[in-house]
């Protein structure tokens, strides 16, 4: 008998689920007091453990959602960030428009990871100094091609070490990401480097939590759905921003039996967000989060905010009925100024919400002069509304399927991503999901509102990493940057890409074993994989191979306690 | 999309594909390239937009080949792709998407001329003409395009393809033949009896550099460009003429590049040769992109920048002067000049010549009568015998309409197309008709 622990902090409640097994046995619910976030936390611990038989003696894993990282960015409550980048020749780096203070030092890494200038350790010095002078509070440091090679970006750490201790600890570039992106390292590590002293503590006050009720390893949830071990989120906190939408597509995973080529539909207010899945797997960002206006590299899954909810603003021009993308405010049938989606499902009876014959009053209104009957005036807006949606949804279909793609047969081969299914949540969802699926012509689910869905997303998720493995042996050499991980390849004639994908598993399961989970080589992946034959004057002189490796995602398929499974279309 | 966007960069390495795996046009060709794009963050930037290539159809290649004996026989889906991703790029530019717009693919095409047997000089299929025919196609033949090709090689193939072709001005400038594969491009080929003077080749002496790349923007492209007011200009913007390239003698930097593509602001920039690729072309791709963008070029500078070419900044070579100032010269006269004196009285023009296609090892001999008209450019009418190097010979006969070709022309034509289908001895016959139907074959 195994329990869990999940959960959500979100920005009201702070909801807690106790699993036993596959099944949730309890959930609870506190006010989340965003000073002190280990309070509600606690709270709701207390109130689900209490269904725990004193027989347990093991202690309870706890996973953990929180919006902690994503408002600290958000709301710019960053400490204040230096960041120390090594540009080198390319883009000027006063053009990439970052909202940051950068403080440029010579060095020069090329695409392969050559060291073409050394790193400049007196200008470093007297830029650590003036950082130092100026009253920053934390340092990121970011090289052009480091994820090629380290070795600048570890000088840097080194110095400060040295010499500039009290400007420790700080986030190197290479460790957050190995993919190629300058800029979005940049933003990543900067708002790494800016919020880890929230996170810090945050950590230790769970870790009293922790001490007081005797649970075992925490997990916080990431933006790609996976777990991080609450200890080494201090080093990465980044990594935790966009929990909430996580936790409500990993809810919807571990509730709904077939996902197959779903799109997920969150219904709210004011937006919509949209979710992919293909062949039960959710859909990941290509290049990484964006949270604010930041383009980052954090690991993330896929989603599309959409302005259309049910309180979004409606407007009738006698031809055409538009919603949003704004809100103005409730609707009218809750005394709001403006005819909402919400008044025509209210309306139309198909909703108890507020006051059904204020709703009606309104559409009577937008509709007069075109002399419209108010329920065929409902009925246009929720037509509207479920257009909208099923355009969207179409565009972004559309826009993944004519993504660049960079081999012949890949090209020739075409995308194909369509969904097959519809599956909403979200208050509106149950009157939209059925017309908007209608629309489509596709079947859809409606999963029934369930306060604890997030704490059950929570739980369900299990701790992910992933490594990125660099080799190339013209130069004999190879790189896993997210573990500071260089080595000579001792004979590089007799490396192939099974011993380059023998190596980046084994590196993997390294780096989750250094985040405090063991992992079996059968759960480890290969997710992306090149390798480039290297001729040089009509010679072979060898390969590059570029690797991308992670944990298999899985989900914990979870049983809801005395709940049906939502209400399906077939 | 992004309403600041200015350039759409259809970008396709083709990294599953290679003429052979030690060749220069091979799958490694653009990845460092790719890096470098990537690590500069420049999809991310509000000016540039990534564009997946569509696939050309073969009717988009017949309209600027005749492919012996079929499309389908001579090309691999890499070419309909890079074929495709040219047109994405002049749809992005015409339909106002993007204000300009870069196709940075492979395998390239200038080298490919009107009659294909095969691949030569890595090309089989001209890219920038299969966009050009089918920009014309979309408007009626009401389009006239300018070519400006940088290429080290001598766009050989785009000016057998724009010979006599009055409404394209086809500009290359290169590594002197003398000195350099294919060894055409010499400053007396001006085009045909239809359309001469359309054809300008300025060759540069070996060594030559930004200086003298910038010196023939400045004084020879832009005031040709600005009289003949092209609907559209394409710069096919090889990058062999960089001081790094393995196969050329020339000088260029990535800033020269750059500061040319600046000068020319190109509607569309298609890539052609260029085969430093660890050296030059990252760095040249990165700073056209940025140009094109209306971003900062300027810190776009190769690790292996030789201290000589930074002191031997702005020092012009005097032929290069004089070069520029004689075809500044043959263009302003272009209109007078006595064309019985340069084709000779006759009605019909003989044009007689050998092609080799060094990548599949063919010799092509073709024999050629155009015809001088004075209401239009001229129909023609072509012999090619090919020759594979295992000795079977192929031998064609094809009838070319031009254009806006005269009711007699068209007519003569016509007629001609009849007679090749009761000549002995042919494989394969063509009628190459842009108005009409094309590519039948007998
Ligand atoms: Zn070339
Ligand atoms: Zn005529």
């Known amino acids: ?570 | 999309m992004s309403s600041k966007t200015t350039v759409g960069l259809v970008f396709f390495p083709a990294f599953d594909w290679a003429i052979s795996p030690d060749h220069p046009e091979r799958e490694e060709r653009l990845l460092y390239t790719r890096d470098q794009i990537l690590e500069e963050g420049l999809f991310d930037l509000p000016e540039i937009e990534e564009y997946r290539p569509q696939i050309a159809s073969l009717q988009d290649i017949e309209r600027a080949h005749i492919c012996v004996p079929s499309a389908q026989e001579v090309i691999t889906e890499s070419h309909l792709i890079a074929a495709g991703g040219t047109m994405t790029a002049g749809e992005l530019v015409l339909s106002g998407k993007t204000k300009r717009a870069f196709a940075l693919l492979r395998p390239p095409g200038h080298h490919a001329m009107r009659v294909v047997h095969g691949s030569r000089g890595f090309c089989t299929i001209n890219i920038e003409a299969v966009l050009i025919e089918y920009l014309r196609k979309l408007h009626g033949g009401k389009f006239r395009c300018a070519i400006v090709d940088t290429d080290a090689h001598h766009a050989d193939g785009t000016q057998d393809i724009y010979y006599n072709d009055p409404d394209i001005l086809h500009i290359s400038i290169h590594q002197d033949g003398r000195t350099l594969y294919p060894g055409t491009g010499a400053m007396d080929e001006l085009g045909g009896p239809g359309a001469y003077g359309t054809l300008i080749n300025l060759p540069l002496p070996p060594g030559s550099g930004d200086a003298e790349l910038l010196y023939a923007t400045e004084q020879l492209v832009l005031p040709l460009l600005q009289d003949f007011k092209p609907d559209l200009i394409i710069n096919a913007a090889g990058q062999d003429n960089h001081f790094t390239d393995p196969l050329t003698n020339m000088n260029i930097t990535a800033q020269g590049y750059a500061r040319m593509t600046e000068l020319l602001s190109p509607d569309v920039v298609v890539l052609e040769g260029g085969y430093s690729i660890e050296g030059a072309l990252p760095y040249v791709n990165v700073g056209i992109i940025l140009a094109l963008a209306g971003l900062d070029y300027t810190g776009v500078i190769e690790p292996e920048l030789p201290q000589k070419l930074i002191d031997n900044q702005g020092r012009l070579r005097e032929e290069v002067v004089s070069n520029v100032g004689y075809l500044q010269e043959v263009w302003s006269r272009r209109k007078e000049k006595d064309l019985d004196l340069v084709f000779g009285d006759k009605e019909y023009v003989q044009r007689k010549r050998r092609i080799y296609y060094d990548t599949d090892n063919i010799s092509e001999h073709q024999s050629e009568e155009i015809k001088r008209c004075p209401s239009c450019s001229g129909c023609r009418r072509v012999y090619s015998i090919a020759e594979r190097h295992y000795g079977r010979l192929v031998k064609i006969g094809a009838v070319l309409i031009p254009w806006h070709a005269c009711r007699n022309c068209r007519h003569e034509a016509e007629e001609a197309y009849q007679q090749l289908t009761t000549e002995e001895g042919l494989d394969h016959i063509y009628l190459h008709d842009p108005e009409g139907k094309q590519g039948d074959e007998g």
């Open chain 1, 1 to 570: 008998m195994s329990y869990l622990v999940g959960i959500d902090v979100g920005g009201t409640n702070t909801n807690a689920v106790l699993l036993k097994n596959d099944v949730v046995l309890a959930t609870a619910k506190a006010a989340t007091d965003h000073k002190h976030l280990h309070l509600g936390t606690m709270q709701a611990i207390a109130s689900v453990l209490k269904f725990v038989p004193d027989s347990v003696d093991k202690p309870i894993e706890l996973h953990l959602s929180t919006t902690l990282a994503t408002n600290a960015v958000v709301e710019g409550k960053g400490a204040p960030t230096a960041a120390v980048i090594i540009p080198g020749p390319g883009l000027r780096w006063e053009e990439l428009g970052l909202a940051f203070k950068l403080f440029p030092v010579k060095g020069y890494i090329d695409h392969r990871g050559r060291e073409q200038a050394p790193l400049d350790h007196n200008q470093l010095e007297e830029v650590l100094a003036e950082i130092k002078q100026s009253g920053f509070e934390a340092v990121a440091v970011i090289g052009k091609f480091s994820p090629r090679n380290l070795q600048h970006e570890l000088e840097v750490e080194e110095l400060v070490t040295r010499k500039f201790p009290e400007l420790l600890p700080v986030t190197l570039g290479h460790r957050l990401s190995g993919r190629l992106n300058f800029p979005r390292r940049i933003t990543t590590a900067v708002l790494n480097a800016s919020i880890a002293k929230i996170q810090a503590k945050f950590v230790s006050m769970v870790q009293e939590v922790k001490d007081r009720y005797n649970l075992g390893r925490i997990y916080l949830l990431k933006a790609d759905g996976g777990g991080i071990d609450m200890k080494v989120s201090i080093t990465r906190p980044i990594e935790t921003i966009l929990s909430g939408p996580a936790a409500s597509l990993m809810a919807t995973m571990a509730l709904v039996e077939e996902i197959g080529d779903a799109v997920v539909l969150d219904i709210g207010g004011t937006t919509t967000e949209i979710s992919l899945f293909y062949r039960g797997e959710p859909l990941t960002e290509r290049d990484g989060a964006e949270i604010a206006g930041f383009a980052t590299l954090v690991p993330a899954l896929f989603s599309r905010s959409l302005g259309l909810g049910g309180d979004s603003a409606v407007n009738y021009d006698g031809h055409k009925v538009s919603i949003g993308p704004w809100r103005e405010g409730p609707p009218v049938a809750l005394g709001g100024p403006r005819v909402t989606p919400t008044d025509a499902v209210v309306a139309l009876g198909a909703a108890n919400i507020g006051d059904q014959e204020r709703a009606i009053q309104a559409l009577k209104e937008m509709g007069a002069c075109y002399e419209i009957d108010p329920i065929i005036m409902a009925k246009k807006i929720v037509t509207a509304f479920s257009l909208k949606a099923a355009e969207a949804i179409n565009e972004i279909y559309i826009s993944l399927n004519s993504r660049p793609v960079y081999t012949v047969s890949q090209v020739m081969a075409g995308e194909n991503l369509k969904p097959d299914r519809l599956i909403g949540m979200g208050g509106p969802a149950a009157y939209f999901i059925p017309k908007i699926a209608e629309q489509m012509g596709l079947p859809f689910t409606v999963l029934p509102y369930h306060e604890a869905a997030n704490a059950i997303g929570a739980a369900a998720s299990r701790p992910t990493v992933a490594t990125t493995l660099r080799a190339d042996t013209a130069l004999g050499k190879l790189v896993v940057p997210e573990l500071d991980y260089v080595a000579n390849i001792p004979r590089p004639l007799l490396f192939n890409l099974e011993a380059a994908r023998r190596e980046a598993i084994a590196k993997t399961i390294t780096y989750a074993e250094q985040m405090g989970t063991l992992f079996e080589p059968s759960e480890i992946e290969v997710t992306e994989e090149e390798v480039f034959n290297m001729v040089r004057g009509f010679h072979m002189v060898g390969k590059n191979y570029t690797l991308t490796t992670q944990v298999k995602p899985q989900v914990r398929r979870i049983k809801k306690h005395r709940d049906e499974m939502g209400e399906d279309s077939e």
